[in-house]
């Protein structure tokens, strides 16, 4: 079965730092790749999502900004991070087609933007 | 454009109760799947049930069923014989057939009284 890590697990940044999580995929191939976002007490907020090696969609106009050099690797990054930023963000993969025909999520990483 | 609404921030069932939680959704496709994510407060989310717009049976997951009202753009998700471990957040979700983009409600918190 598939297996979504993501680093770090926790994060805390200034500022205008920069940053990258990143998110690795086991144990499937060519499948949709998504970042979201929860803010504290909010739905999840989808960011970016991937169909394939370098093909990125947005979904939201911000300072973020996603990549996929590999097959089963996602990397949400950051030239300036903004208060606003801080929250949970999770990766998520879809394999369509058959049983596996349904989002699978990572287990997350808390960005805390002071 | 489709959305999802969940209208119970918060809902109470005490342990060993049924309970019923609520989503609407708003949409001019025939063809699209919904689901229910539960998100315990390790943040991990977790899917619970899905189910295909083009049945009309109800989707069953041992405790967890459904009532699925096309016509109405209903998906309630009812948790019977409630336990401890059942407190979490809940999520309805809609993707529309042949689409790889997910909308989420803002979620349902459920507690689960002893």
């Known amino acids: 079965s598939q297996t979504i890590h993501q680093w770090p697990a926790t994060l805390v940044q200034p500022v205008g730092s920069p940053l990258s999580l990143e998110c690795t995929v086991e144990g499937t191939s060519n499948p949709n790749l998504y970042w979201y976002r929860q803010a504290a007490g909010r739905g999840l907020q989808l960011l970016f999502y991937s169909v394939g090696i370098g093909q990125i969609s947005s979904e939201v106009p911000q300072n973020l900004s996603a990549s996929r050099p590999q097959d089963r690797q996602f990397i949400l990054s950051s030239k300036k991070l903004l208060l606003s930023d801080s929250g949970f963000y999770l990766c998520a993969l879809l394999k369509a087609g058959g049983p596996l025909d349904t989002q699978y999520f990572g287990p997350g990483t808390r960005l805390t933007v002071l | 454009a489709q959305t999802v609404t969940q209208s119970q921030p918060e809902m109470s069932v005490q342990e060993a109760e049924t309970v019923t939680l609520s989503c609407t959704y708003d949409?001019?496709?025939?063809?699209?799947?919904l689901f229910w994510y539960k998100q315990p407060p390790s943040r991990q989310m977790i899917l619970v049930i899905r189910q295909e717009a083009y049945k009309q049976q109800n989707a069953t997951e041992n405790r967890f069923s459904v009532n699925f009202q096309k016509a109405a753009k209903s998906f309630s998700l009812k948790i019977s014989d409630s336990q401890l471990g059942d407190a979490a957040m809940y999520f309805c979700a809609y993707r529309t057939s042949g689409t790889y983009k997910y909308i989420f409600g803002t979620g349902t918190r459920l507690k689960v009284l002893a």
């Open positions: 949409t001019s496709e025939s063809d699209y799947y």
